[in-house]
């Protein structure tokens, strides 16, 4: 199991030292969570705070960023040029951008593609679009917020993104996003996950390193 902490529920005021101490803790990603006050009601930071994180971490580390904004097909290329490593963008913005195009161009940079799922979305709207991602997101809270409640029935999308993959052969990460804590750790993994995003849990735990250790044993 991939442990990616969010970057959301670190002191903002510290946020190099933040994200070298979650490496250091064990954390095997970065994910940081990108958003516009439109697609999701916050704002978080942009790709010029990515940058700021890429220099505090040196070029080794993996770094996740998920963007939760309208207009995925305009903004990634600042991403790219942060040095993020994966941009996820979020399949209910298929109407409004060309998800197909956005996967080539990502990818054609060297940087990994992921297509997030809400938790009111119906998972087969991802069809599509799975033989052309490096990663299926699916969210366990409402994106927009940090320390939500997570929310069991986004494990049955989890399971069949799982035989989905299985049955056409291919090779995609599952990961979760959203109210993460030991608890919820093991059901993710008994469901099929690979990657657990995990903010509150590990930037306030008192023993960060032992909780990123827990969920990736969960
Ligand atoms: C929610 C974000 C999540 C969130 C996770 O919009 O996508 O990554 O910050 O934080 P916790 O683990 O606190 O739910
Ligand atoms: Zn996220």
């Avoid at 940090?146 to 052969?169: H, I």
Wanted: hydrophobic share 50%.
């Amino acid at each position: 199991m991939l442990v990616a902490p969010s970057m959301l529920a670190c002191d903002f005021a510290r946020i190099g030292d933040e994200a070298r101490r979650a490496l250091i803790s064990g954390a095997d990603w970065l994910h940081l969570d990108v958003m516009d006050g439109h697609f999701v009601d916050n704002i978080s930071f942009g790709p010029d705070i990515c940058a700021a994180i890429r220099r505090a971490v040196g070029s080794d580390a993996f770094l996740d960023a998920h963007l939760m904004v309208d207009a995925p097909d305009h903004y990634y290329p600042r991403f790219i040029k942060a040095g993020v490593d994966m941009i996820t963008v979020h399949v209910e913005r298929e109407k409004a951008v060309n998800l197909k195009s956005l996967s080539a161009a990502i990818r054609a940079e060297g940087v990994q593609f992921g297509l997030a799922l809400n938790p009111a979305t119906p998972w087969e709207i991802m069809q599509p679009y799975l033989p052309m991602v490096d990663m299926a997101l699916v969210m366990s809270v409402v994106p927009g917020f940090g320390g939500q409640k997570f929310m069991p029935q986004s494990l049955d999308k989890v399971r069949a993104l799982k035989a989905w993959r299985e049955t056409n052969g291919a090779r995609f990460l599952i990961q979760m996003d959203g109210g993460i804590g030991l608890v919820q750790a093991s059901l993710c993994g008994e469901a099929g996950a690979d990657c657990l995003v995990a903010g509150s849990s590990t930037f306030q735990a008192d023993d960060m390193p032992a909780v990123i250790q827990a969920i990736r044993e969960a």
